[in-house]
């Protein structure tokens, strides 16, 4: 996605520009799917809570076009901060550090994570009876889609097997931004 500049006034300015765009990236990225999953967790189970979800039953849309409004809802309700992503995304690109290419992908992919998330949210919703056992599934789910359980397993095994992380030290950047994101 992202490719280091081969030529530019400011090199090192475009470096480091590169890095902090892959640093907002992952944390904003990050808390924008973790809010959707959450929204997603709360949206069938809280109609169940008010007993609003019988007045919804009575109306002629079908159980998928209410889950699909509810879907919507998850996606564009973080509007703000898919801006400012885009707005780091159009400003690393503005500046070099990001090609155009790099910022087509994510625009191409962004929305089917968003998308998985959301879903994982929902599902939870329609799967459990109170919005506070659903927004743990998800959480676990979300964790679980993101690769904490990985990491969480790899460091694990690293430091009880005596293996020192400082062997991967000398991994390229490309790699470790790569094995991050899995």
């Given at each position: 996605f992202i490719e280091r500049p081969q030529n530019g006034l400011l090199p090192r300015l475009q470096d480091d520009?590169?890095?902090?765009?892959?640093?907002v990236t992952i944390g904003l990225g990050h808390v924008l799917f973790l809010l959707a999953a959450i929204q997603g967790a709360g949206a069938v189970t809280r109609e169940k809570e008010l007993d609003t979800s019988t007045g919804l039953m009575t109306t002629p849309l079908t159980a998928w076009e209410m889950l699909r409004a509810k879907y919507w809802g998850c996606m564009l309700s973080r509007r703000t901060l898919l801006y400012t992503l885009g707005g780091v995304w159009a400003l690393g690109v503005l500046t070099g550090s990001v090609t155009v290419v790099g910022?087509?992908?994510?625009?191409?992919?962004?929305?089917?994570?968003?998308t998985g998330y959301s879903w994982i949210g929902l599902c939870c919703s329609t799967q459990f009876r109170t919005t506070l056992s659903a927004?743990?599934?998800s959480v676990a789910s979300s964790a679980l889609a993101s690769g904490l359980g990985a990491c969480i397993g790899c460091c694990g095994c690293a430091l009880l097997g005596g293996m020192s992380l400082s062997m991967f030290r000398d991994v390229?950047?490309?790699?470790?931004?790569?094995v991050f994101c899995l």
């Open positions: 520009l590169q890095h902090w765009v892959r640093v910022f087509a992908a994510f625009l191409a992919m962004f929305p089917f994570y968003l927004t743990f599934a390229p950047d490309s790699v470790s931004y790569a």
